[in-house]
């Protein structure tokens, strides 16, 4: 089945500034790229995704980049804001036949004002 | 006008007891979800059922035993609930049938506490 590793763990930013999470796979027929975003108490919520047919995509302050030879893929977050701390995890599907999303470890992502 | 919910939202109990987890979706998914979240966080799917057929089933014991009387409804039940079994339970629908392609969109999540 499909492997995710996600990195940092943790990561402290200082307002303003650019946060970066980076997040490998195994599968390489994984076609989708999905981030969530886990506030404090809170349910995983889709922020961003990416399908394996563009290299890049954004939404105003996030961006995710993929690249499929590598096999890995990226959050960027730009211009942090005190509401971007929560705990971020990265998923791919892999293509186990039985469809299913594997999540990876999650960073816990900290805006220092 | 919730999309997922679940019921309870906080669940403590002694070791030993049998309880239950509803998940109700209003989104007209095909496909739902049973995902447990431990204490670091970690994410892990338990169970996946489209149009209430079960398609995935984890590494579970099977003490735990989902149902889903419609495709709107999938509950947990958990037999025996044991230390270990405490976690924040999250319910997850999505729209295609089994295709992990698609948004999953997430319940409040249930936080079983086990005494």
């Known amino acids: 089945g499909e492997n995710v590793e996600q990195h940092p763990s943790t990561l402290s930013v200082q307002e303003g500034d650019s946060a970066v999470i980076k997040c490998t796979y195994s599968?390489?027929?994984?076609?989708?790229f999905p981030w969530y975003k886990q506030e404090l108490g809170k349910r995983p919520q889709l922020i961003i995704d990416?399908?394996?047919?563009?290299g890049e995509k954004k939404d105003q302050r996030i961006a995710v980049t993929l690249n499929k030879t590598a096999k890995h893929f990226s959050l960027h977050i730009t211009e942090t804001q005190p509401e971007d701390s929560a705990v971020y995890f990265c998923a791919a599907p892999g293509r186990d036949g039985n469809e299913k999303l594997t999540f990876g470890t999650g960073t816990r992502l900290t805006i220092i004002p | 006008d919730t999309a997922v919910s679940q019921t309870p939202k906080y669940l403590v109990t002694q070791m030993g007891n049998d309880k239950s987890i509803k998940c109700e979706q209003n989104l007209g998914h095909d496909t739902m979800y049973w995902y447990k979240q431990d204490s670091k966080k970690f994410l892990k799917i338990m169970f996946s059922y489209n149009n209430k057929e079960l398609i995935i089933n984890e590494t579970v014991p099977n003490r735990f035993s989902p149902k889903s009387p419609d495709k709107a409804h999938l509950n947990l039940h958990i037999n025996s609930l044991e230390l270990g079994d405490s976690a924040v339970y999250f319910c997850?629908?999505?729209?295609?049938?089994?295709?992990?392609?698609?948004?999953?969109?997430f319940g409040p999540g249930t936080r079983l506490t086990v005494l």
């Open positions: 599968d390489s027929a994984s076609n989708y």
């Open positions: 990416i399908r394996s047919n563009v």
């Open positions: 997850a629908s999505s729209s295609i049938g089994g295709s992990s392609t698609d948004t999953q969109y």
